[in-house]
């Protein structure tokens, strides 16, 4: 019997990778945080409905269960909601959310958060899951870090606790050729960050070099290849880029690239 896979939050990037899942066989149920209710995710649902916003304009008649019988019969759940709050409030809606999604969870089993966090973010997660549940991670229950924010690259690494491993998440997130490997929780935390800093630096190093040439046409032909900069690549990630300004306190180096990447 296929050991039942939980999505809570029926978010783009959640969605995505749970539809990879089901069709590579496994079983899965994404949970609609707005219903309160875990829909049953099939192959043929996963490739009629490409992406999330199709799902939802079309609604299709699923199936259904509860949303706490789902997760307490979950072996894998993963954190994938969809977060709408910014600035102060942001921290608090996703603890809010972590502490919905984990509470009917049952000894043994595994939760991936996917959500990026700052550094130290994991710990603050792992904390709040025995208070919520009375298991304590690396004993009662396993503890993974996987943040997503690319649909078309997932990440090389997945934090766990002592690099513990599990061949059986290992297969499930083996959405392409390349094997993932498991590291150190903070390993992974710091890598994630070095990804998200590179990536945004880039992108608003080329965006302020591109308004002056703008100003020139006799330029326009020659830089037509940087025209694939959509605001699209600037607003994914930005969740990330604002977990890890709210690791720091004080101005260091690194939060002053947070800070002009954000504002970039």
Do not use: W
């Amino acid at each position: 019997m296929k050991e039942k896979v939980v999505f809570f939050g029926l978010s783009t990037e959640g969605y995505s990778l749970a539809s990879k899942m089901v069709i590579n066989g496994a079983n899965v149920r994404i949970i609609d945080e707005s219903s309160s209710s875990a829909i049953l995710l099939k192959p043929e649902t996963a490739k009629t409905y490409t992406n999330v916003i199709s799902l939802r304009e079309d609604e299709p008649l699923l199936a259904m269960e509860p949303s706490n019988v789902a997760i307490s019969e979950a072996k894998y759940l993963f954190f994938t909601p969809r977060i709408r709050k910014t600035g102060q409030d942001l921290k608090t809606e996703v603890q809010s959310k972590f502490k919905e999604a984990v509470k009917p969870l049952k000894k043994g089993s595994s939760v991936i958060n996917c959500l990026a966090t700052g550094f130290g973010g994991n710990n603050e997660n792992i904390s709040l899951l025995k208070h919520v549940t009375g298991f304590e991670v690396g004993k009662s229950i396993s503890y993974f870090y996987f943040p997503l924010n690319d649909l078309n690259k997932t990440p090389e690494v997945i934090g766990s606790l002592k690099n513990t491993e599990e061949k059986k998440l290992l297969s499930l997130l083996k959405t392409d050729k390349k094997e993932k490997k498991f590291v150190d929780i903070s390993s992974a935390e710091y890598l994630h960050a070095i990804n998200t800093i590179q990536r945004f630096s880039s992108l608003c190093t080329v965006l302020e070099v591109l308004r002056n040439v703008n100003r020139d046409a006799r330029h326009a032909k020659l830089f037509s290849d940087f025209n694939n900069l959509y605001l699209d690549d600037m607003v994914t990630g930005l969740y990330d880029l604002r977990m890890l300004g709210s690791s720091f306190e004080s101005a260091q180096t690194l939060m002053y690239l947070i800070n002009g990447s954000v504002r970039g």
